[in-house]
């Protein structure tokens, strides 16, 4: 149990062009969903905490109108990384909050890798 | 500001030998201590600890997690190949949702 997906698992694409990202739950709802972004060598960072139903709230340093966040549904959220630029390609990997027992543990996604060209 | 440090950066092992990780922390509102591994993907759970003294276990590998000092150490025993990988140790601090801070990761190479 407690499986979170995401897709795609690898993209390319242009400079100037926007990227959409998905990270489902499969198994469960997920109220909350965190998106992270790691760079090679370096540890994962946390990007921004998606509510279902509500804003987005993003860590400092991290452009909002540049990672579009939407918390759809509770098992679906999505990041779109608009007007990307070749400093944005790195590993996003989100994680789902599994609510069954507390503390309440999340549940990561396989990660997606987007290089921009 | 809140950090995680692991030591040590990186690690080579052979086949068979004990290696511990360890974990210091300095968060505010501390909830969890999670460990994690990481190969080629996204990181798959290994433990959580939320109080001090109480060794958890998993087959090879155990973790316990001092909260006066602020540190926890992951042990694996008698280590295989496939053991090689990224452990990265996480702090939930925050509300019940934990929000989690990572360390920078130990990486492993166990050498046959």
């Known amino acids: 149990g407690a499986v979170v997906s995401q897709h795609p698992s690898w993209v390319i694409c242009k400079s100037g062009t926007s990227v959409k990202i998905e990270c489902r739950s499969l198994?469960?709802?997920?109220?909350?969903m965190f998106w992270y972004r790691q760079f090679p060598k370096q540890s994962l960072m946390l990007m921004a905490t998606?509510?279902?139903?509500?804003?987005?709230?993003?860590e400092q340093g991290v452009e909002k109108d540049k990672f579009l966040i939407n918390h759809a549904s509770l098992t679906l959220s999505t990041l779109t990384v608009t007007s990307a630029h070749p400093e944005d390609s790195s590993f996003y990997i989100c994680?789902?909050?599994?609510?069954?027992?507390?503390?309440?543990?999340?549940?990561f996604g396989p990660g997606t890798r987007l290089t921009v060209t | 500001e809140d950090k995680v440090v692991q030591s040590p950066l990186s690690l080579v092992v052979h086949e068979g030998d004990t290696v511990t990780l360890n974990c210091s922390y300095e968060?505010?509102?501390?909830?969890?201590l999670l460990w994690y591994k990481q190969e080629k993907k996204a990181p798959t759970f290994l433990f959580m600890l939320?109080?001090?003294?109480i060794e958890k276990k998993s087959g090879r590998l155990s973790s316990i997690l001092d909260k006066k000092e602020l540190f926890s150490i992951l042990n694996i025993t008698a280590t295989q190949t496939g053991d090689s990988a990224i452990y990265l140790c996480?702090?939930?601090?925050?509300?019940?949702?934990?929000?989690?801070?990572f360390g920078t990761g130990t990486l492993l190479a166990v050498q046959p």
């Open positions: 996480a702090v939930g601090y925050g509300g019940a949702t934990n929000k989690l801070i």
């Open positions: 939320t109080s001090s003294g």
């Open positions: 998606s509510n279902e139903g509500s804003k987005a709230t993003y």
């Open positions: 198994d469960f709802q997920a109220t909350t």
């Open positions: 968060v505010t509102n501390f909830r969890s």
């Open positions: 994680s789902a909050v599994y609510r069954g027992r507390f503390p309440y543990e999340q549940y």
